[in-house]
């Protein structure tokens, strides 16, 4: 093997990553809404694929996958991690003979679990999993995780077609956030303050598991940008898109950081840096497939004609330098780009006459949203209702509200996020 890894560092990773070969395995794990809708495929034969930002949780809802196995009544040693994450020269067929050498399980003759974490690190990986597939079909249930949206575009949804479902692990909804804070407060009305208090603490925390709770900001800067940001910029991107100038990729996310909402003219950013508008358009792709920055498109019923207008540009981390801010324009930043975020916002609307609306979105209906952190009037929303013909539009403020009977109806964050 290639790397500096050999069959017996295979072997001792495999037996630190399963613990539950060897006895008891224990998991402290928070309800997560995506979960259920995984579980619901976990019965056909087809791999599933988990993608999100790093430390978003897909390793532990792997975890929990396991558990579950072993608690149906499977032998313990039919279920089987591994993570790619340090071993990215490693490949699954030598796992899998590893793992047969070290537990006598023969995955392509009984009925097994495989579980590959941070596979988007190997190399040609689609092929290798396909192979692996096909071998053990009808035997091993393959589940899969990775840090970049490759795992559902390119090569995997030629390689893979049929063969997969895909499922996005995004940050802790604010429901979710209340779960994991082990808080509920029904009925909602009752309890706005401190509904509003826990928002607050949801925002600082910008749903990563990891942070429910911290509210320190040296602690929450450290961790998103040394475990997070960093960790994607110098060693993912490169990894896996070959990237080399990674202080041009961490100035451009900077940008986004630091102006969340922005649109973006790719040729003005490529004559800033000094560099062509491919490459700032390369390395804007390299940051959206890392789950870094959502690209926005502006709102068209024409999809052709959306794609080509310009986009807004909203990053996945806010740095604490903005959320601990406490005037009016950063809070009032802070609160867009926490509602895009938690809303999974494709679109944005503007018109030739620079009328605009943060976020329109498509389904179940068409509705449009503007974020205000106190106003509760938008010309340009009730314009576009009128355009549009849309039956309901949206004022997402701070705390205050308007009538439910008012169009547009003004809602505060934490209910309308709790509501959708």
Known sequence: MSGGFNAVNISEALVEFNPWWKGSFELEFRPREIYGQIRKFHALPQIVALTGLRRTGKSTLLMKVVQDHIESGADAKSAMYFSFDEFTNAEPAEILSAYRELTGKDASKEKTLLLFDEIQKVGGWENKIKRVYDLYKGKAKIYLSGSESLLVTGKSKESLAGRIFHFKVNQLTFRE??????????????????????????VLSQGFPELVGITDKGVIHKYLQEGIVEKIIYRDIPAVFGAKETAVLEALLKLMMEEPGQIIDMQTLASQFKTTRQTISNYFSMLEQSFLVRKLYNYSPNKRKAERKLKKYYPAIIPPALTFKEDSHSQS??????????????????????????????????????????????????????????????????????????????????KYLLNI
């Open 177 to 202: 956030y209340l779960g994991f804070r082990q808080k509920k407060f029904e009925p909602i009305g009752l309890y706005s303050k401190e509904l509003s208090t826990e928002f607050r603490s949801h």
């Open 333 to 414: 930043k802070v609160l867009e780009c926490t509602v895009v975020n938690g809303l999974d916002a494709e679109f944005f609307w503007r018109d030739q006459y620079k009328n605009e609306v943060d976020i329109i979105l498509t389904e179940p209906e068409l509705t449009p949203i503007e974020v205000k952190l106190s106003e509760t009037k938008s010309g340009s929303l009730e314009l576009f209702m009128k355009k549009y013909k849309a039956k309901k539009g949206y004022i997402i403020t701070q705390n205050r509200a308007t009538n439910e009977k008012e169009k547009p109806e003004s809602i505060p964050a934490y």
